[in-house]
Structure formats: C-alpha cells, structure tokens
C-alpha cells in the first residue's frame, strides 16, 4: 500500500522485489492537459525520498518534453519575443544574420537542453579559422570572422540562452563556460598637427571642409556627423544639437 505523503512529495510504496518505489506528478501534457507521472526506486525509504525531492524540484524547474525547443527554434522565438523589444532595429538585423549565416548551420538542430559549452567553443573556433560567408566582396577577405565579431556572437548567443535559463528551459547558460578570443588593441592613428594646413586645403578643393572641420571640433561620430541638419546648428549661440 502506498505511504501517503504531502501534497507535491509523491508518494512511496514498498514493491514485491524488496524495493521502495516512488511516484511524482511531473507536470501536464499541454496537449491533453492529463497530469505526467514518473517514477524512481531505491533500496530504502530513506533513498527513495532524497529521489523524489530531487525529482520534483527538477521537474518544477525544467520544462517538459512537449516545451523542448531545437536551439535554432530557441533564438528564432527568442529574437521575435524578447530581442526585438529591446535591440535597434539595425542590431536585430545584424543578430538575424548572426542565427542564419553562422548558427543554424552548426547547432540549429541541436535540442537546447544538450547544447554545452564545448559545442560553443568548437562553433567560435571554426568561425574565427573559416566562418566568413563567402560572396564577391569576401573573396579578398581572410577566411575567418573578426574576433570582435565572435566575441558579439558570442554576446548575443549568452542573452538568449539566459533568457533560457529564466524561462526554465535550461539548469545554466553553458556560454559561462567558454573561453573567448581577446581583443587585440591597436595604436590609434592620429593625423601630425603640421599636415592639417595641407589636409584643409585639400577639404576645401573637394568642397568637404566644413564637414571635416566640425569633426574635428567636436569629436563626433560618424553617424552623427551625418545625420547633421541645418536645422540642428545655431550658428548665433554657436550650439550643435546632436
């Protein structure tokens, strides 16, 4: 006779082998809405309890079968439900291309649950010795991704399988567990003050002097240098609104 226990302990009983048994409800099919049922044994009711405590709080902390998702099913449902809320609209298009060209391809058909750290490291290793996607104006190119590039891939695969985690989808994020490429910092390049007569003369010629004048100046950024109207400076107070 089963040894009645709480509500969501599960219950024991002694089997005709010897051993104890446990039963725990393990969640409910979606598609019927009919409560799963799994089992575990052990010697004695001391095991067969540590068993179904551990059991049951998996199995409140996991999702079910019917919930799995590939990991390319995983980022797509990620990028529409979650990325797209919170990233530019030209960073959704450089993630989208990210899934496409260079994730999907090695791990999309993966099961999430069994993606590991070591399959990430293997990915990243094979997109920095050959991971360009080959086209015409790659061709002179090397034939491998930036380390910057990695490292945004990288960044990108984290949040979404952190999301993951949150979701109850995954136990962990298996990105803490790979080693990334570093960055390699280079000297920056500054133009000698004596070549700035000759590189404003040149401006001038070419009609672009006003434009490289207020870089200079100010510091902007490239897109901010060029998103610039007319209507944004006020040549009286001599502000420019950026």
Same mark, same amino acid.
């Given at each position: 006779m089963a040894k009645r226990r709480a509500n969501g302990e599960g219950s024991i009983r002694k089997r005709k082998d010897g051993r104890r048994g446990g039963r725990y409800t393990a969640g409910r099919d979606p598609?019927? &809405?009919?409560?799963?049922?799994?089992?575990?044994?052990?010697?004695?009711?001391?095991?067969?309890k540590a068993k179904l405590k551990?059991?049951?709080?998996?199995? &409140?902390?996991?999702?079910?079968?019917?919930?799995?998702?590939?990991? &390319?099913?995983w980022l797509d449902a990620w990028m529409e439900n979650y990325a797209k809320l919170q990233v530019r609209p030209s960073s959704h298009k450089t993630y989208q291309g990210f899934i496409e060209n260079h994730i999907k391809p090695s791990l999309g058909d993966l099961p999430l649950e069994k993606l590991t750290a070591m399959d990430l490291q293997q990915l990243y290793k094979h997109l920095l010795e050959s991971g360009r996607v $080959?086209?015409?104006?790659?061709?002179?190119?090397?034939? &491998?991704?930036?380390?910057?590039?990695?490292?945004?891939?990288n960044q990108m695969i984290s949040s979404a399988l952190n999301c993951a985690v949150e979701q109850?989808?995954?136990?962990?994020?298996?990105?803490?567990?790979?080693?990334?490429?570093?960055? $390699?910092?280079? $000297?920056?390049?500054?133009?000698?003050? $004596?070549s700035l007569g000759i590189f404003f003369e040149e401006a001038r010629r070419s009609g672009v002097f006003e434009l490289y004048y207020i870089d200079l100046a100010t510091g902007l950024r490239r897109g901010e240098l060029l998103g610039l109207k007319w209507s944004d400076i006020d040549l009286d107070k001599g502000i420019i609104h950026v």
């Open positions: 598609a019927t &809405g009919k409560s799963i049922y799994k089992n575990v044994l052990g010697k004695t009711q001391a095991e067969v551990s059991a049951i709080e998996k199995s &409140g902390s996991l999702a079910t079968a019917t919930e799995r998702y590939t990991v &390319g099913q $080959e086209c015409t104006e790659s061709r002179s190119k090397p034939k &491998g991704l930036s380390v910057k590039t990695v490292r945004n891939i109850k989808l995954i136990p962990s994020n298996p990105t803490k567990g790979c080693v990334l490429p570093k960055l $390699e910092r280079k $000297e920056m390049k500054i133009l000698p003050p $004596e």
